[in-house]
């Protein structure tokens, strides 16, 4: 990849004799920063991009897409073992660790390569290859020691892994996603700690692709859930398939090349991993940028305090996107949140707010789990039991039976009065598209009414959603409940 555009020694800016280098500088060529240099440059040439590499992006290097593409592995290892269901029988898969590994490598490297000719693509002089902090307000030290001033400033400076302290006992084989996507083969044993997200992720498709491995999570949490009906569905069903202890008080030594992990007293309480795998969540990369340099107001964490609808820290010229942020660390909402930082940025004073989409987070689990609009935790803080639930198992759905998916659990939310769809939780089938249906509901303000007078297919997994959503509309005391496997609804609807 040719770097001819990456300027590393002086940059030609100060046109006009303006009173700074840059009308805006975003620390960060990310998804957020990327998105903040796109939006800005609309309105101003004299805008800097800042990064001190790698460059390509979390979701692309190390996030969303190498995880997809090794799941993708994981579920094609795993297809076989569920057609006997319907008479149908593979052998036993026999996986090449290292084909895996080279496939998930070598695709990974395909989208970072197209993320990097995007920012080299940029144009002369506008991408600044370095580490940047704030020495004050307005201005920037490089790791080069030269100084930038800027009218506004954008952080999007990304998330890291937050690994606990007790963890570094494990020595060198303690990794973080970043190492299993550099792997030229699979491992035999991991302990993947966290049931998070990317605990939940990693360690199944590790699982599946006849890696040994246990799942240690915490508080009894699984993936993003917070519905507690959901969740212990959740556990039950990913136990049922590899060993998960979804809460451990675990002491962590290293023997030799095996890290050991003791979870209880008894003798089988221990086991010997050849990886300790550190998903216990991420923290936003604003520690080493200098904001104690700055005038801005921190939060107790040493956040800057900011508003989610302008990005803007304060009533400041600085902005902030993406999981620098850490308010939605998601790959849709970093380019949101950059885009509006990078107009608010260049348009700085006149800054506005603009809304935000609905919310939805989906976790590519076997079965996917899903949330939208409103989580279960939120409406209970908001409002106690006040809202009405209505849900769907899947377990008897016609359509999931047929394809033999019929695994899962979907609970809706709406209020009461108006009967509007707040939010849902789930996990079952396809769950990235039904969740799409569901927030796309949100965000056109629909009430249960009126998603119930829309067309549904037979048969299909929506008539699922249809059947949460009739029981939903009993529970406003808007209508009887459904029929059980009632004909006319298709069989299982
Ligand atoms: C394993 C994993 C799987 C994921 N899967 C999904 C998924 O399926 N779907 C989804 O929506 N999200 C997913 N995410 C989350 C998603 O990847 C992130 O929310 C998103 O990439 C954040 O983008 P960003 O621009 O904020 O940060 P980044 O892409 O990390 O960009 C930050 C940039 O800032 C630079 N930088 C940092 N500090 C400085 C500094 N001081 N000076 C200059 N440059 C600096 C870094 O070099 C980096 O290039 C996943 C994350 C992980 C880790
Ligand atoms: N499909 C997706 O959209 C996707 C996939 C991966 C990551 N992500 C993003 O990345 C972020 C980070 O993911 P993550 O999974 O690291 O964080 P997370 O916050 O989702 O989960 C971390 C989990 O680790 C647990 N934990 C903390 N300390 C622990 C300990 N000592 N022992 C055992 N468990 C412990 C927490 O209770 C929590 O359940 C997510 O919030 C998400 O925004 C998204």
Not at 360 to 374: K, R, T, Y
Request: aromatic share 8%.
């Amino acid at each position: 990849m040719t770097q001819q555009n990456v300027l590393t020694h002086g940059f030609a800016p100060n046109s006009g004799g303006a009173a700074y280098d840059f009308d805006v500088a975003i620390i960060g060529a990310g998804t957020a920063g990327m998105a903040a240099y796109r939006e800005a440059s609309q309105y101003t040439d004299r805008v800097a991009l800042i990064d001190g590499g790698p460059l390509g992006t979390t979701c692309a290097r190390v996030g969303c897409m190498p995880s997809k593409l090794l799941i993708a592995a994981a579920e094609a290892a795993h297809t076989g073992g569920r057609t006997p269901l319907f008479g149908v029988r593979y052998g036993a898969p026999e996986i090449d660790g290292k084909a895996v590994m080279a496939r998930v490598r070598s695709e990974r490297d395909r989208f970072v390569g197209f993320v990097e000719a995007a920012v080299f693509g940029f144009g002369d002089g506008k991408l600044i290859s370095e580490y940047a902090r704030f020495e004050d307000d307005h201005t920037l030290r490089l790791g080069s020691g030269r100084k930038i001033t800027a009218r506004s400033i954008v952080i999007a400076t990304g998330s890291s892994p937050a690994i606990p302290q007790a963890f570094f006992a494990a020595g060198d084989r303690l990794i973080v996603n970043d190492d299993v996507f550099e792997w030229t083969d699979l491992p035999g044993s991991v302990a993947v700690f966290g049931a998070g997200v990317i605990g939940l992720e990693l360690g199944q498709a590790l699982h599946r692709l006849g890696v040994r491995v246990r799942l240690f999570g915490r508080d009894n949490l699984v993936g993003p859930l917070t519905d507690p009906f959901v969740r212990d569905y959740a556990a039950d069903t990913f136990s049922g398939e590899f060993a998960a202890i979804w809460h451990a008080d675990s002491r962590i030594s290293r023997d030799g090349d095996a890290v050991v992990v003791r979870w209880g007293d008894e003798p089988n309480q221990e086991e010997r991993f050849d990886y300790l795998i550190a998903a216990t969540g991420r923290r936003p990369n604003i520690d080493k940028i200098g904001l104690e340099n700055t005038s801005l107001s921190l939060s107790e964490t040493g956040a800057p305090i900011y508003d989610p609808l302008s990005g803007r820290v304060g009533d400041s010229h600085i902005f902030i996107a993406g999981d620098a942020a850490f308010d939605l660390p998601l790959l849709h909402e970093a380019a949101d949140e950059g885009r509006l930082a990078g107009e608010n940025a260049a348009r700085f004073p006149h800054s506005y707010r603009r809304s935000r989409r609905a919310p939805i987070g989906i976790v590519f689990s076997d079965p996917q789990i899903a949330i939208v609009g409103a989580t279960y935790a939120s409406l209970m803080k908001r409002s106690g039991c006040d809202f009405a639930i209505g849900e769907v198992s899947f377990e008897d759905q016609g359509r999931a039976r047929v394809m033999g998916l019929n695994k899962g659990l979907l609970r809706v939310y709406a209020e009461h009065g108006t009967g509007r769809f707040l939010g849902a939780e789930m996990i079952g089938p396809s769950a990235e598209h039904l969740a799409h249906l569901l927030a796309w509901a949100i965000q056109s303000g629909m009430t249960v009414e009126q998603i119930l007078q829309m067309p549904f297919y037979h048969p299909v997994l929506e008539e699922g959603v249809r059947t949460a959503f009739r029981t939903a509309n009993h529970a406003l005391g808007f209508g009887p409940n459904p029929p059980m496997r009632c004909i006319d609804c298709g069989p299982g609807a």
